[in-house]
């Protein structure tokens, strides 16, 4: 497996590897990495669809890919990952996928047009007061020394950051920052999240620096992401004859690890509550799917908070029978034990038929709910919100079965261990209408209109212990390789395996880790997009000093290492006249 760039390696067809009809695949887990998976394995690979099975221990594929109405409950959606036009793997994924509402197109081809037509921008990024905007005109307020630990994070080498966390490596006045503020409430980060996996985030999207308080590099699919991306997958896949077993919890994959190899030899199941076993050869692929950020998600509903208690999960059990065979194939205690209180928990789906939350919702976002435009363009962050609550809307209707008359939004909270400003408990013990409730008293719906509209609403609490699992602090070997050392037909997929420089909690990772699984172990000859090069990028990162330094002129900022000033007059003398003045200038620090 090697990585490229460019067009010669991504329109290429590969030539069919050798010895792939001998060989069969079982996908244990059918979210978005196993879809993939499957999907290079038939158009990469040419392996016949007959040939590749899930195991999936839910009812219905999707993994961690929301969007279900449930008849008992209503519409519920867990989360939404965002997706930017750099993810090189799953365009390159959804260019080959047939749109469900016109085969003669790609989902790409859709997506693209649609967010052509409609494109992302936030006019209401952070609020404060109940729903008044945080004029922040743009800028990220960091300090020079803030803006000096940035530029030593990324400067720092991934392996000297083993275990440190964020606030261990940024002073108290970083956190103070709106730069914090909105990349900690569009990414998910906390204070004790991983320093390393910051860092692989700073380098992976500096070409965002710009548009952190607009939203507009995102891109949104049409409806929720399971009927935009998941269904369309689903479907191909079984056009090309995929087996698709259900309700199959995968217990064990049992490997020889003699002669410093690792072969899958056997899958130990129990579905439907019967034991099964099957036995595997070398050209037996075994792709697991280790860990999940959503498993043991439990469900509240307007009365009722969602439970927290919950057990450890298939796909964390099944990861520690694995490392249990093996010392690399990773530590699953570092990322689904101890993790703290603080964090972030809970999320929430409320359905509204009152219109009276619509003049509050335009009055922060500019716009009409009902328009079927974007309305958010991502989250909307509540800065004086002890829960430091957020909440989304999304294209109106998000589900394609959604009345004309119904209104979904999102919200989540970011600390789970203090108590609301209007509800006064935590986010965990809070039924549906009084995650309502403290969302209708922040976007400023009058206190005596708030009881009456929430309990109008149909709001869906989900608990989800492990959502913040990927920001553990870690450091290297705490995650198995997507194949590991000496692997004959073992790979591991999704964000809980180990690929060079991409950032986890993204559609792109778990596709990535799909692509380079099946390019590794059918030794496909074509290359896997390489990361975005946004961090080499010259021009980029003169764009992000002009941004992260509230757009100053290179000659007024100070930095340490440089002298009083960035650069010197001499120094600006010596480049006038030259391409450099001109990339200056282009970016405006000139």
């Known amino acids: 497996m090697y990585y490229s760039n460019g067009n010669y390696e991504a329109f290429a067809k590969p030539v069919k590897p050798e010895g792939v009809d001998n060989k069969s695949a079982y996908i244990v887990g059918s979210g978005l990495a196993g879809m993939a998976a499957a999907t290079f394995l038939i158009r990469d690979g040419q392996m016949k669809g007959d040939k590749i099975h899930f195991l999936e221990e839910l009812a219905l594929p999707g993994g961690s890919m929301d969007g279900i109405m449930n008849p008992n409950k209503g519409y519920i959606i867990r989360g939404g990952r965002e997706m930017e036009p750099h993810f090189e793997t799953l365009w390159d994924l959804y260019r080959s996928i047939?749109?469900?509402?016109?085969?003669?197109?790609?989902?790409?081809?859709?997506?693209?047009?649609?967010?052509?037509?409609?494109?992302?921008?936030?006019k209401g990024r952070v609020i404060q007061d109940r729903g008044k905007e945080l004029p922040t005109e743009g800028k990220l307020t960091l300090s020079k020394q803030s803006v000096d630990e940035l530029l030593k994070l990324a400067l720092t080498p991934e392996?000297?950051?083993?275990?440190?966390?964020?606030?261990e490596v940024f002073s108290k006045e970083f956190f103070d920052s709106n730069f914090w503020l909105y990349w900690s409430t569009m990414f998910a980060f906390e204070p004790w999240a991983s320093a390393m996996e910051m860092r692989r985030y700073v380098l992976r999207f500096v070409h965002h620096i710009d548009s952190l308080s607009n939203l507009s590099s995102l891109r949104f699919t049409k409806f929720n992401q399971y009927e935009s991306l998941v269904k369309p997958t689903i479907a191909f896949l079984k056009s090309k004859g995929v087996d698709f077993q259900y309700n199959a919890h995968v217990k064990n994959v049992k490997l020889d690890t003699s002669n410093n190899q690792k072969v899958a030899t056997e899958i130990d199941m129990v579905q439907d509550g019967d034991e099964k076993t099957i036995n595997l050869t070398p050209n037996d692929l075994v792709f697991v799917t280790n860990g999940s950020i959503t498993e043991s998600t439990t469900y509240g509903d307007n009365n009722t908070p969602a439970p927290v208690e919950h057990e450890l999960g298939d796909s964390w059990a099944l990861w520690e029978k694995l490392a249990e065979q093996s010392p690399d194939l990773g530590h699953p205690d570092k990322f689904c034990k101890n993790i703290p209180d603080a964090n972030w928990q809970i999320s929430g789906t409320i359905t509204f038929t009152d219109d009276r939350v619509v003049p509050y919702i335009k009055a922060i976002s500019k716009k009409d709910?009902?328009?079927?435009?974007?309305?958010?363009?991502?989250?909307?962050?509540?800065?004086?919100?002890?829960?430091?609550?957020?909440?989304?809307?999304s294209r109106q209707p998000h589900f394609e079965a959604q009345k004309d008359n119904e209104l979904i939004v999102?919200?989540?909270g970011l600390f789970s261990?203090?108590?609301?400003?209007?509800?006064?408990?935590?986010?965990?013990?809070c039924t549906g209408i009084e995650l309502c409730e403290e969302y209708l008293?922040?976007?400023?719906?009058?206190?005596?209109?708030?009881k009456d509209i929430a309990e109008s609403a149909n709001t869906i609490p989900a608990h989800m212990p492990y959502i913040t699992s990927y920001f553990m602090p870690r450091k290297v070997g705490d995650r198995p390789l997507v194949v590991p050392e000496g692997s004959k037909n073992l790979a591991f997929i999704g964000n809980f395996a180990e690929t060079e420089r991409d950032t986890v909690f993204t559609t792109e990772y778990s596709v990535r880790t799909g692509m380079e699984a099946v390019y590794t172990l059918l030794n496909v000859d074509r290359g896997v997009p390489e990361v975005f090069a946004s961090s080499f990028d010259a021009r980029v990162l003169m764009d992000a000093i002009y941004y992260l330094n509230d757009k100053k002129k290179i000659t007024d900022i100070k930095l340490d290492g440089f002298g009083e000033r960035m650069v010197e007059k001499r120094v600006l003398e010596k480049v006038k006249g030259t391409y450099i003045e001109q990339l200056l200038k282009k970016v405006h620090l000139l």
């Open 441 to 450: 008293y922040h976007i400023g719906v009058p206190e005596d209109q708030i």
């Open 98 to 122: 047939p749109s469900l509402e016109n085969p003669d197109v790609s989902v790409l081809d859709e997506f693209y047009w649609l967010n052509k037509k409609d494109p992302s921008f936030s």
């Open 159 to 167: 392996e000297d950051l083993g275990d440190k966390k964020i606030n």
């Open 417 to 429: 261990d203090q108590p609301g400003n209007y509800i006064k408990k935590k986010i965990t013990e």
């Open 369 to 393: 709910p009902h328009s079927g435009s974007i309305v958010t363009s991502g989250p909307v962050s509540i800065k004086d919100s002890n829960w430091l609550y957020g909440y989304s809307i």
């Open 410 to 412: 999102w919200v989540y």
